[in-house]
């Protein structure tokens, strides 16, 4: 999501340049560390190909239809995340123009085969189930993507699902995408067990699902069967829609956050969600180059181990 406008920067200007009484010589080594160091990388449990861990989100952000003075700064904000080590781009046929503006770029671009490409696809009805994939190949501009999810399936139900599932894994063993999963991002909480089900009963490549230091349902069982089920996590509202840079606005990044290896609340934000042992990537969504170096920088240096995530929740508990 788009994050809440000057919030991070400001952050991060103010530990940069004041020390927040870290000693600002000494927290402007440690960040100038974090820059300089590899962007992560996980395995996808299913092939052991390595995923970075900052991924790219492009709802509303990306929907901006011929737009030109935006095409051009998205195109920056791509430059910058594939320059920075990113690779994961994920779109969907339902964030209006997202997915043809992120086609137009990466073509433009010549990028394509740079990047980790996923889409989505819903439908109630199997023949535009497929039309919809079919459409998604044109605006996208490519035949063929890296994954392909069934969208918000939370709900679904279960006989157009197994369906629908059969249909995308023939589309797989065609060729037309290298791995299938499935998302969910309405009412995640009551969603998780038939998402539990799911991962349980078929062997799902990757499940994509609302994870937050604002929305943390899915720690409770969802993501300790996905680590069961060899299911690759993607996380999507990392930042919660904006409310938790709102819950933060005016706050001091606590000085003990750096020894997580965090420099500004965004960093913050992304590295409790990373340092889940089960989280192959998180995808937040920014229109600014500066954000995506900010983001690309959670994907660096330390993370935080479980005492210390513990602190970084009951800390943000008291905010939000």
């Not at 994050?3 to 440690?30: I, V």
């Not at 998780?192 to 230091?213: G, T």
């Not at 005492?307 to 009951?314: D, V």
Request: aromatic share 8%.
């Amino acid at each position: 999501m788009k994050q809440t406008p000057n919030r991070t920067l400001f952050s991060r200007r103010d530990m940069l340049t004041l020390g927040l009484g870290l000693g600002s010589m000494a927290l402007a080594g440690s960040v100038g560390a974090q820059q300089s160091a590899p962007l992560m990388t996980r395995p996808i449990p299913r092939s052991g190909e390595r995923l970075p861990v900052i991924g790219l989100g492009t709802a509303i952000i990306f929907d901006i239809g011929n737009d030109t003075a935006q095409r051009a700064e998205r195109a920056k904000v791509i430059s910058a995340f594939l320059a920075g080590g990113g690779r994961l781009v994920d779109t969907a046929p339902s964030y209006g123009s997202a997915e043809s503006v992120v086609g137009d770029l990466l073509a433009d671009l010549k990028v394509r085969d740079k990047v980790f490409l996923a889409t989505k696809v819903r439908s109630n009805n199997n023949a535009e189930f497929i039309t919809q994939m079919k459409e998604s190949q044109q605006r996208l501009r490519t035949p063929k993507f890296d994954l392909m999810q069934m969208h918000n399936v939370g709900f679904l139900d279960r006989t157009m699902f197994a369906s629908q599932l059969a249909i995308v894994r023939e589309w797989k063993q065609q060729g037309s995408f290298r791995y299938i999963g499935v998302t969910h991002s309405q009412d995640q909480e009551r969603a998780n067990d038939r998402l539990i089900e799911m991962m349980q009963q078929e062997k799902l490549d990757f499940i994509q699902v609302n994870y937050s230091m604002a929305e943390r349902s899915v720690e409770q069982r969802l993501l300790v069967a996905a680590a069961d089920t060899g299911t690759a996590v993607l996380c999507n509202l990392p930042f919660a829609r904006g409310v938790l840079f709102r819950a933060v606005r005016g706050q001091t990044l606590p000085s003990w956050a750096a020894e997580a290896g965090a420099f500004t609340w965004g960093q913050f934000f992304l590295k409790y969600l990373l340092a889940h042992p089960a989280v192959n990537a998180v995808m937040p969504g920014t229109d600014k180059v500066e954000y995506m170096h900010d983001n690309l920088d959670a994907g660096r240096g330390l993370l935080p181990d479980a005492a210390m995530r513990r602190r970084m929740a009951a800390h943000i508990d008291t905010l939000l």
